[in-house]
């Protein structure tokens, strides 16, 4: 059974998912800074963007976003999810596909960003 199955079968396994969720995101986001599959932005960046008590990514194409999602079987296939194809067919020319972890609030997600701010947020399912 994969982790998005069994974080739908009852509130204490979701809750243990979301724990294992935002473990395995600050792991992933945490490498940024090394040679980690995710680089981050500085603080001031997300700050710009209005997201103070968050890490924000350097921009991702939306095939390494979905990759990542894959890869560590946080959420399922994005490329099923009509609120995942929204976003892209929302996405025009400069526009900047991010992940974001934040403190406080939606603590993961991934924000279509245009001129500097946040224009579309594709929560990660599991954590609904």
């Known amino acids: 059974m994969k982790l998005n199955e069994l974080c739908r079968s009852g509130d204490l396994l979701r809750h243990l998912c979301v724990v294992i969720v935002g473990t395995v995101a600050l792991l992933v986001m945490g490498c940024a800074t090394t040679a980690g599959p995710v680089r981050l932005e500085d ?13 924000v990514s350097m921009p991702l194409s939306s095939s390494e976003a979905v990759e990542i999602g ?14 995942w194809m929204k976003m ?12 974001i972890s934040c403190s406080e609030g939606n603590p993961y997600f ?19």
């Open 88 to 99: 892209l067919s929302m996405q025009q020319s400069g526009d900047q596909l991010r992940l």
């Open 43 to 55: 603080r001031s960046f997300a700050d710009k963007l209005g997201l103070q008590k968050c890490k």
């Open 110 to 128: 991934y924000a279509l960003t245009r001129n500097g701010e946040v224009i579309y947020r594709y929560l990660l399912p599991v954590l609904d």
């Open 70 to 83: 894959r890869k560590w079987e946080i959420y399922p296939d994005p490329e099923k999810d009509p609120d």
